[in-house]
T-cell receptor, first 114, second 111 residues
Framework: NAGVTQTPKFQVLKTGQSMTLQCAQDMNHEYMSWYRQDPGMGLRLIHYSVGAGITDQGEVPNGYNVSRSTTEDFPLRLLSAAPSQTSVYFC?????????????FGEGSRLTVL | AQSVTQLGSHVSVSEGALVLLRCNYSSSVPPYLFWYVQYPNQGLQLLLKYTSAATLVKGINGFEAEFKKSETSFHLTKPSAHMSDAAEYFCAVSDTDKLIFGTGTRLQVFP
């Protein structure tokens, strides 16, 4: 059982380049989300989705796009990378059991923007 | 909006000593509260959660937390620290569809 799988694990970009962080889960979870983790700031929610075809913004959505065409996949797109987007990104999912359900996290994607 | 505040970004204890990690919440409605742990170079995993069934919540690895409404607190404790408890710990509160995390507390355990 793979759980939540993120690719790539490491990426270096130049300012202005675009890229997509991939996230896939095999637990048939309706809810998926993206967080970024920065020192001293904890985890901040970027975007989330409560099901295929539905996405919404979190606390820090600027500079990021998402889509949810299938239940399994929730890619995060950076259209024009900036140094401020240097961070560790985590994808997380849970079943739609309400707001008290457990979030399952991927192992993270470390992004550096030069 | 719901929020949590974790007091102390770093906590150091000796092996066998009491672990106390502090979390205070701000919520206009009865909250759902969580503690997650992150080991180096890994994602987060759930330690325990409070969903109003009982004020004292027991989690994995000997951790527990007590919900105190009068103090708006949900502090995490463990009677005796182990070297393997060294990690970063995050308190979180559920805000409708979103899980809002605190800034984290890094626990160091010395032999």
């Amino acid at each position: 059982n793979a759980g939540v799988t993120q690719t790539p694990k490491f990426q270096v970009l130049k300012t202005g380049q675009s890229m997509t962080l991939q996230c896939a889960q095999d637990m048939n979870h309706e809810y998926m989300s993206w967080y970024r983790q920065d020192p001293g700031m904890g985890l901040r929610l970027i975007h989330y989705s409560v099901g295929a075809g539905i996405t919404d913004q979190g606390e820090v959505p600027n500079g990021y796009n998402v889509s949810r065409s299938t239940t399994e996949d929730f890619p995060l797109r950076l259209l024009s990378a900036a140094p401020s987007q240097t961070s560790v990104y985590f994808c997380a999912s849970r079943s739609w059991t309400g707001a008290f359900g457990e979030l399952f996290f991927g192992e993270g994607s470390r992004l550096t923007v030069l | 909006a719901q929020s949590v505040t974790q007091l102390g970004s770093h906590v150091s204890v000796s092996e066998g000593a009491l672990v106390l990690l502090r979390c205070n919440y701000s919520s206009s409605v009865p909250p759902y509260l969580f503690w997650y742990v992150q080991y180096p170079n890994q994602g987060l995993q759930l330690l325990l959660k409070y969903t109003s069934a009982a004020t004292l919540v027991k989690g994995i690895n000997g951790f527990e937390a007590e919900f105190k409404k009068s103090e708006t607190s949900f502090h995490l404790t463990k009677p005796s620290a182990h070297m393997s408890d060294a990690a970063e710990y995050f308190c979180a509160v559920s805000d409708t569809d979103k899980l809002i995390f605190g800034t984290g507390t890094r626990l160091q355990v010395f032999p």
